[in-house]
């Protein structure tokens, strides 16, 4: 396997492949309702990646140093038959772990087809436990019950341990940290409290909204003593702690308070081929043009080793630098240094 290193010495490690830029909630922190409404224009079928296209661009990552591939979108069960894709890439040699973030609405029915298929392990998005607080953010008002018999149908499946992901936001949710840590403490699955994060240009993002992982910790701590864990892998997001207890493990991901940039092996195709170095990049290279204009995989291996090659992101650094050289400015709750980037739902999380 390949070691195709960046200007920064981080190899190619991940790659997290949005299946769709079309979802069935409307996030208020991902895709506001008022922005993504009826007029929206997601992509056109014709301009999305084939499966086989996928595959293809996957094989050639591998080639790269890519080992693990996460399925995501917008909701990626709404893209039909993904479990065949699925299917396909876990025929690929060299990818050890195919997982899916998904939020839950589709994956009672689904969860059994994708294990089968080769799914390894799935992220679960999950707000609140409260239908309330959960319908105002998921804002379409949907309930609880079936993401929770989703992330039920994904252990039954065996794809263990569930983790399911918390975005945090200042009095929106924060006062849900607990109840969230008590329902799955216990039952083998990983909470993950999540600092919202300024991605995109449309969610309203301010320095005020976010609720640092320390404090998140400090609340948990309180009720359930805690110990930190070394992480699985290098590279991993997610700072661990372990129950004192013995309930299981939580994670803390402080892309605001505590970028990770310097371990960051990540790749991101959009859902229309898009090749992104960086959740928070401006600009994508267009990977699909040069599949359908019919380059040889030499030629496209060469051009991704090339952006790779190139690469030197490091927003999160960069503005946690920003936010402590003008603190003034963040405690305004101003958004810092705003050149328009790339949605979330479009890049994938
Ligand atoms: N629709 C799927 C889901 O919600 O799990 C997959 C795509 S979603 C964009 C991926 C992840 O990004 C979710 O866990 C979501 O909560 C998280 N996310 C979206 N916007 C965010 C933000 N502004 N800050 C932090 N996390 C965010
Ligand atoms: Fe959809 Fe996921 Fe974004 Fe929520 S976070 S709007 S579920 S893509
Ligand atoms: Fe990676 Fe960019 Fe996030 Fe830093 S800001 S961790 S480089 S995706």
Redesign the pocket.
């Known amino acids: 396997m390949a070691t195709t290193l960046d200007q920064r010495a981080r190899p190619l490690r991940d790659l997290r492949i949005s299946v769709t830029d079309r979802?069935n909630?409307r996030?208020s922190?991902?895709m506001p309702k008022e922005l993504f409404g009826r007029d929206f224009a997601f992509l056109p079928r014709a301009e999305l990646l084939s499966f086989e296209e996928i595959v293809r661009l996957s094989r050639l990552f591998v080639e790269e140093g890519v080992t693990k591939v996460r399925l995501?979108?917008?909701?990626?069960l709404l893209r039909r038959d993904l479990e065949r894709l699925v299917e396909m890439l876990a025929r690929l040699d060299g990818i050890t772990d195919i997982a899916l973030?998904?939020?839950g609405s589709m994956l009672a029915a689904k969860a059994r087809a994708l294990a089968d298929a080769g799914l390894t392990r799935v992220?679960?998005?999950l707000?609140a436990l409260d239908d309330e607080v959960f319908g105002a953010m998921n804002d379409v008002g949907f309930p609880v019950a079936r993401v929770l018999a989703g992330i039920d149908a994904a252990a039954d499946a065996g794809l263990t341990p569930v983790k399911v992901?918390m975005?945090v936001r200042r009095g929106v949710n924060d006062h849900c940290l607990l109840e969230m840590a008590e329902r799955f403490r216990c039952r083998g699955h990983v909470l993950r409290f999540?600092?919202?994060?300024?991605?995109g240009t449309t969610?309203d993002?301010t320095l005020e909204d976010v609720v640092p992982a320390a404090e998140i910790l400090g609340t948990v701590e309180a009720r359930w003593p805690l110990e930190p864990q070394q992480p699985n892998y290098k590279g991993e997001v997610a700072t661990r702690y372990r129950y004192r207890d013995g309930a299981g493990e939580i994670g803390l991901i402080a892309s605001v308070t505590q970028p990770f940039c310097g371990g960051c092996t990540r790749a991101r195709l959009s859902a229309d081929g898009k090749l992104f170095t960086c959740l928070f990049a401006r600009r994508g290279h267009d990977l699909r043009a040069l599949l359908r204009a019919g380059m040889s995989d030499l030629e496209i291996a060469e051009r991704t080793r090339e952006i790779w090659t190139a690469r030197t992101d490091r927003y999160s650094a960069e503005r946690a630098i920003s936010e402590r050289a003008m603190p003034e400015r963040a405690s305004d709750g101003q958004t810092i240094e705003e050149p328009a980037k790339v949605e979330?739902?479009y890049i994938?999380?």
Do not use: A, L, R
Not at 72 to 76: A, F, L, V
Not at 194 to 199: A, N, T
């Open positions: 979802c909630f996030c922190y991902c995501t979108g917008g909701e990626p973030t998904t939020n992220t679960v998005s707000d992901n975005v999540i600092e919202f994060m300024d991605v969610n993002w979330m739902s994938g999380g």
